[in-house]
């Protein structure tokens, strides 16, 4: 006696062509939506942690100097760019509170370069140097600027940082407050330029 089999039919396994072709597009298009704003998010992210890498380099030489009971700058390394970012910056306990470092004097920090295309510059009370006295006042008021490929912002966008010590010592980095996408100094005017604010 022969076995009445039943076949059980099982649909193919994968993707029809129309299937993939459906999930292709939806992809494209999500990742037409997704990209630009990836992009704006990689350079905030690159602002702000090196706008506050620089902020902390200012705020230990503030501290170091009212611990120490010295004064303490920091300095640009290139002495041939106004750029601080392009080679650097180093702190040192400034004994004779010339904003140079000279023999005898005691090295703190050296901070690299800021990795490209960013850019760090200062108005022309920080051209070169910032100095902090032992009560932790700055050696004047002045502004400092990162920007990601030298523009202030692209398309809204914003594309710098300002960071703006007063004769105080204190350091903040300044705010956006009519959202134009560049940062405002003090009396709510905006940073003028990438390369002196």
């Given at each position: 006696?022969?076995?009445?089999r039943?076949?059980?039919?099982?649909?193919?396994?994968?993707?029809?062509?129309?299937?993939?072709?459906v999930?292709?597009?939806?992809?494209?298009?999500?990742?037409?939506?997704?990209?630009?704003?990836?992009?704006?998010?990689?350079?905030?992210?690159?602002?702000?942690?090196?706008?506050?890498?620089?902020?902390?380099?200012?705020n230990?030489?503030?501290?170091?100097?009212?611990?120490?009971?010295?004064?303490?700058?920091?300095?640009?390394?290139?002495?041939?760019?106004?750029?601080?970012?392009?080679?650097?910056?180093?702190?040192?306990?400034?004994?004779?509170?010339?904003?140079?470092?000279?023999?005898?004097?005691?090295?703190?920090?050296?901070?690299?370069?800021?990795?490209?295309?960013?850019?760090?510059?200062?108005?022309?009370?920080?051209?070169?140097?910032?100095?902090?006295?032992?009560?932790?006042?700055?050696?004047?008021?002045?502004?400092?600027?990162?920007?990601?490929?030298?523009?202030?912002?692209?398309?809204?966008?914003p594309?710098?940082?300002?960071?703006?010590?007063?004769?105080?010592?204190?350091?903040?980095?300044?705010?956006?407050?009519?959202?134009?996408?560049?940062p405002n100094?003090?009396?709510?005017?905006?940073v003028?330029s990438?390369?002196?604010?």
């Open positions: 006696m022969r076995a009445n039943h076949r059980i039919f099982k649909p193919p396994a994968g993707l029809t062509l129309l299937e993939l072709l999930t292709i597009a939806i992809a494209a298009i999500l990742l037409t939506i997704a990209v630009p704003n990836l992009q704006s998010l990689f350079i905030n992210n690159r602002l702000v942690t090196n706008s506050n890498n620089f902020v902390a380099s200012l230990t030489a503030r501290s170091e100097a009212i611990r120490r009971g010295a004064s303490v700058s920091l300095r640009k390394n290139s002495a041939t760019s106004g750029d601080w970012g392009s080679a650097g910056w180093t702190m040192f306990v400034d004994s004779d509170a010339d904003g140079t470092l000279d023999v005898g004097e005691t090295t703190l920090k050296i901070d690299n370069a800021l990795p490209s295309p960013l850019t760090l510059y200062a108005n022309n009370n920080f051209v070169n140097f910032i100095r902090f006295t032992p009560s932790g006042q700055s050696n004047n008021s002045g502004t400092f600027v990162i920007c990601y490929d030298g523009v202030l912002q692209q398309g809204g966008d594309r710098s940082r300002a960071i703006i010590v007063n004769a105080t010592g204190r350091v903040r980095v300044a705010q956006d407050t009519n959202g134009d996408g560049i100094k003090d009396d709510t005017t905006n003028s990438c390369t002196n604010p």
